[in-house]
């Protein structure tokens, strides 16, 4: 069921390798380094997709809570995990580090997050017992 939800999270991963390996070349030629967009790229997907089968086991708990606690551990999980790979990416590129494809970076980051959270409301189809 997660496979059929994270479609769009798989269309946006192949969308933007696709472009990134496409435009390049134009890329670099505008400062944004591709290679830094395609790694924050896979990153984020990994990181998405692994949420959302936490998502998944999270449905299947008898806690109502366990839901609500497993999309803010994913979000919390995922910039945890980018943030590290900021500061590692910066710290070993020094002077050649590339903050516009760590600006595109970012902006994938909402773009991963606004899709999880839709799919796991998607998911989320229990009543709520808590009236």
Do not use: C, R
């Not at 967009?37 to 089968?53: E, K, P, Q, R, V």
């Not at 943030?83 to 991963?112: F, H, Q, R």
């Amino acid at each position: 069921m997660v496979f059929v939800k994270a479609k769009s999270i798989l269309i946006i991963f192949v969308l933007v390798t696709v472009l990134a390996f496409a435009f390049g070349s134009q890329l670099d030629a505008l400062k944004m380094n591709h290679w830094v967009i395609l790694g924050a790229n896979l990153l984020l997907f990994a990181i998405s997709i692994f949420t959302l089968f936490m998502h998944q086991a999270s449905i299947k708990s008898t806690n109502p809570k366990a839901f609500i606690n497993s999309v803010m551990v994913g979000m919390i999980v995922k910039l945890l995990v980018i943030g590290a790979a900021i500061l590692l990416y910066v710290n070993k590129a020094g002077a050649n580090k590339n903050v516009y494809a760590v600006y595109a970076g970012m902006l994938l980051y909402l773009v991963y997050t606004a899709l999880e959270v839709n799919i796991a409301l998607q998911l989320n189809k229990k009543p709520n017992v808590n009236h």
